[in-house]
């Protein structure tokens, strides 16, 4: 079965400090997907990336970046100088390929907050 | 207006009750989801539907129903009400999986069921 564990529950930081949101998975399939939603304190979920099994290359998107390890069965997301707008639940989730018909498996969220 | 629209976007109920939540979409996705949201949990798949014949029990069916009235439409069913019903549900719509691999799920804003 799959899995997706967040361990840090709560960050806490000041703005403009660099932050990064932990996530590791677990999977037997070989091909798989993993997504990154932010829930802002309004309560909707948006979604921020997806990354396939066969693609390690990282990626950036402003202050954004996520760094997708195979060999750890992690996929990080790092924000770039914090700003009070990135306070929110942060959640990452994992599909399996086309047998998984894509329904997602999430972590349990990062609650971050970003102070003044 | 919103892709995906669920209504009520807040319900408060009794214990016993019979409650319907609704979701439609305008993005003419084949593929609906609910999820409900608990602190601490995430979310967790409830049912799954890739059209209007095809639905499937996802991690935490029972107590709930679903129906796909047409390809927009896909509506979740408390039965019967009880209190650890009393969550955050969401809808949810995607993209077939296609050459493209699993696409990202869309998210209606929620309801917010309380259960007395």
């Known amino acids: 079965a799959q899995k997706v564990t967040q361990a840090q529950t709560e960050i806490s930081v000041v703005e403009k400090e660099d932050v990064t949101l932990d996530c590791v998975y677990e999977t037997r399939d070989t091909t798989y997907y993993l997504f990154w939603y932010k829930q802002p304190p309004s309560g909707e979920l948006v979604f921020l990336i997806r990354r396939n099994s066969f693609d390690e290359q990282n990626e950036i998107s402003g202050r954004y970046s996520w760094n997708f390890q195979k060999s750890t069965s992690s996929f990080n997301f790092t924000i770039t100088a914090s700003q009070v707008v990135d306070s929110a639940v942060y959640f990452c989730?994992?599909?399996?390929?086309?047998?998984?018909?894509?329904?997602?498996?999430f972590g349990t969220g990062t609650q971050l907050k970003v102070e003044l | 207006d919103a892709d995906v629209t669920q209504t009520p976007r807040n319900r408060i109920t009794k214990t016993g009750k019979r409650i319907m939540l609704e979701c439609s979409q305008t993005k003419g996705h084949d593929r609906m989801y609910w999820y409900r949201q608990d602190p601490g949990l995430g979310l967790r798949l409830i049912y799954y539907?890739?059209?209007?014949?095809?639905?499937n029990k996802g991690e935490i069916s029972d107590g709930y129903s679903v129906s796909r009235q047409a390809q927009a439409k896909f509506s979740l069913s408390l039965e019967s009400a009880i209190p650890n019903q009393t969550a955050l549900y969401f809808c949810a719509t995607s993209e077939p999986t296609g050459t493209g691999g699993n696409q990202p799920q869309h998210f209606g804003d929620g309801t917010r069921l309380s259960i007395l």
């Open positions: 989730a994992l599909s399996e390929g086309r047998r998984g018909g894509n329904k997602l498996t």
């Open positions: 539907s890739f059209d209007v014949k095809d639905i």
